[in-house]
């Protein structure tokens, strides 16, 4: 089995494009609140993305992560809130999940490719939904966020050219299921909340 595959394996059953949460933003049953709360709440772990690429040594990575940041508060703001500190506890476990994950670089690895390998497709159906459902527009300033990661795969791509070279590939590929079941817990509480 390629690391490619062990990873994947690792996302399992907690693939997002599959929570009820992503499905109900697909299909544009999601309350417009739902979207506010996801983006100030989730927001603080994508402001805590750069950590881990620092913590891998890809500070040109992290740079850019700092810049996406930015495009996800110009999303929450279109949405009239602003990115805080976690008051859903399932969003709190995963921004500390991720933050004692990226601590180290074998672990960090792993965690990055929970996220990073979905991303892309998760990008992509937000894109469709927010444009067919929530009135905002791929073109939107408000959009830039999921625009730019819709075709990124490269970053996934990346981690796991490193991790087959790697001898703790086993820390990356248990740190990549932990950090999914965080991600996919984290929608949980926002979905449970709001639907």
């Known amino acids: 089995m390629t690391i490619k595959e062990r990873l994947d394996a690792a996302i399992g059953e907690q693939r997002l494009l599959d929570h009820p949460f992503y499905r109900s933003w697909s299909e544009g049953t999601l309350p417009v609140a739902a979207l506010r709360t996801y983006a100030a709440e989730y927001g603080a772990f994508i402001a805590g993305i750069d950590a881990g690429w620092e913590r891998v040594g890809e500070s040109d990575h992290a740079a850019e992560e700092r810049v996406h940041a930015g495009l996800w508060d110009r999303f ?55 444009a067919e459902h929530y009135g905002i527009r791929h073109d939107d300033p408000a959009a830039e966020y999921f625009r730019v990661h819709a075709a990124d795969y490269h970053e996934a791509d990346q981690i796991t050219d490193v991790l087959a070279g790697l001898s703790a590939a086993d820390g990356a590929v248990a740190a990549c299921a932990e950090m999914a079941g965080a991600l996919w817990e984290a929608l949980s509480g926002i979905h449970d909340r709001h639907c």
């Open 76 to 130: 929450a703001r279109h949405l009239g809130t602003e990115v805080s500190t976690p008051q859903i506890p399932e969003v709190a476990a995963m921004v500390a999940t991720a933050r004692r994950l990226f601590a180290e670089p074998a672990t960090a690895w792993g965690a990055l490719y929970a996220f990073e390998a979905q991303q892309p497709g998760t990008s992509e159906e937000k894109l469709k939904g927010l």
